[in-house]
């Protein structure tokens, strides 16, 4: 059998926590796993966004949503889907013969890879 990707998680972007409270564990029933702070630095290199924005991380063992927090309109958003692939270099060699451009960011020692496909869409890719 040949190995597939999977889906790790889909961002989305929300003005207000106490709403993705009521969504994500009110209505879909899922728990709050951690939250973390996207530094500016790093908001940039991904999505050429010069701002910092709370993440919140809603779950469960089959569903997995990065909620980014701006409490303003913009422009702009954080949403991405997180994929998982078998060989990150395939995907990457498959992407760039398909002329796709994957990236590279780097947070902390960790390098994160992602793409946008045609439309613009982001991937996070793992």
């Known amino acids: 059998m040949k190995e597939k990707a999977t889906m790790q998680h889909v961002a989305l972007q929300y003005a207000e926590k106490e709403k993705a409270d009521i969504f994500f564990k009110e209505i879909l029933g899922l728990k709050l796993i951690k939250d973390f702070k996207l530094q ?20 469960n063992e089959d569903a997995v949503f990065e909620i980014f927090i701006t409490p303003h309109t913009t422009d702009y958003v954080f949403n991405h889907v997180c994929i998982k692939v078998p060989n990150k270099e395939d995907f990457v060699k498959k992407c760039e013969k398909n002329n796709l451009k994957p990236f590279f960011v780097y947070k902390d020692n960790r390098k994160l890879l992602f793409t946008k496909d045609y439309f613009n869409n982001l991937y996070e890719v793992k």
Do not use: P, Q, R, T
């Open 40 to 59: 500016e630095n790093l908001s940039k290199k991904i999505f050429d966004v010069s701002e910092e924005a709370d993440v919140f991380v809603y779950g």
